[in-house]
């Protein structure tokens, strides 16, 4: 069992933390367990995560339902190994050293669950292929 200096950090970021970051962060942490370190926040975070976000999970059979937009701030930034973006621009803190990944997927702000299971669908995908680059198949 790595100990949580030894495990990779992963932080998630757009803009208001209420979609896309919030579904990267729930996927990677219901895949990885406790070995991966998960963050997720936005620059401009919503008051509430997008309640079509919610259902959409709930049928991948995660419920999200408690999670709260988070302020980004430098410090998770600092202490992240690999820093994903979507859609949060210039406002994202850039640090030397730090993996970063920029992933473009549409905002499902405003959008009802239909429009919102192909995002999840594919931000699932690109979690999964994230997961298999940073733990080593031997520690799954």
């Not at 757009?14 to 962060?25: D, E, L, P, T």
């Not at 991966?36 to 309640?51: D, K």
């Not at 999970?57 to 979507?86: C, F, H, N, R, Y």
């Amino acid at each position: 069992m790595k100990t949580p200096a030894e495990r990779p950090s992963v932080l998630f970021v757009c803009v208001h933390n209420a979609g896309r970051s919030q579904m990267a962060a729930a996927f990677l942490t219901h895949l990885a367990g406790d070995r991966v370190q998960v963050r997720s926040a936005g620059s401009a975070p919503a008051g509430a995560v997008n309640p079509a976000v919610v259902e959409a999970m709930s049928e991948a059979g995660i419920d999200i339902s408690a999670e709260v937009p988070k302020v980004l701030t430098v410090e998770a930034v600092q202490s992240s190994d690999v820093v994903i973006t979507m859609g949060c621009g210039d406002s994202c803190p850039f640090f030397p050293g730090k993996r970063y990944l920029d992933w473009v997927l549409p905002d499902p702000a405003g959008q009802g669950v239909d429009a919102v299971r192909p995002i999840r669908d594919e931000i699932e995908k690109r979690v999964r292929g994230l997961l298999d680059e940073i733990v080593p198949a031997s520690e799954v």
